[in-house]
């Protein structure tokens, strides 16, 4: 199973880039889903996530305020807004997919709750 990530690119400091994620629909709609981003010599690390429903969104503290996830049901597509990017921010960018219930609003940053993943998509900031 593959999730398919797209958006990534080059991007002046205080620009916005937006990020998008298409998951088979039989994964998608049970799943919570999450952005992930490893910087260049650094382990990667939870970003965002977004719960089953779309009621619950969870962010890192260095992205609080800038970044903002979504989904679209319909769609099978979770997306990453970045606002007020920071060359801090330079990283391959990952979506993946926790399995849940309806109601589960639990916080999720650990890669092993993940199962599925996206290929990754590079985002760069320059200064």
């Known amino acids: 199973v593959q999730l398919q990530a797209s958006g990534g690119g080059l991007v002046q400091a205080g620009g916005s880039l937006r990020l998008s994620c298409k998951a088979p629909?039989?994964?998608?709609?049970?799943?919570?889903m999450g952005w992930f981003r490893r910087a260049p010599g650094k382990e990667r690390e939870s970003v965002a996530q977004v719960s089953r429903n779309g009621k619950m969104t969870y962010y890192a503290d260095s992205v609080k305020g800038r970044f903002t996830i979504s989904r679209d049901n319909g769609q099978n597509t979770v997306y990453l807004q970045m606002d007020s990017l920071k060359p801090e921010d330079t990283a391959d960018y990952f979506c993946?997919?926790?399995?849940?219930?309806?109601?589960?609003?639990?916080?999720?940053?650990?890669?092993?709750?993940?199962?599925?993943w996206g290929q990754g998509t590079q985002v760069t900031v320059s200064s």
């Open positions: 993946a997919s926790a399995d849940s219930i309806l109601t589960d609003y639990r916080r999720r940053t650990v890669e092993d709750d993940y199962a599925y």
């Open positions: 629909g039989r994964i998608f709609s049970r799943a919570t």
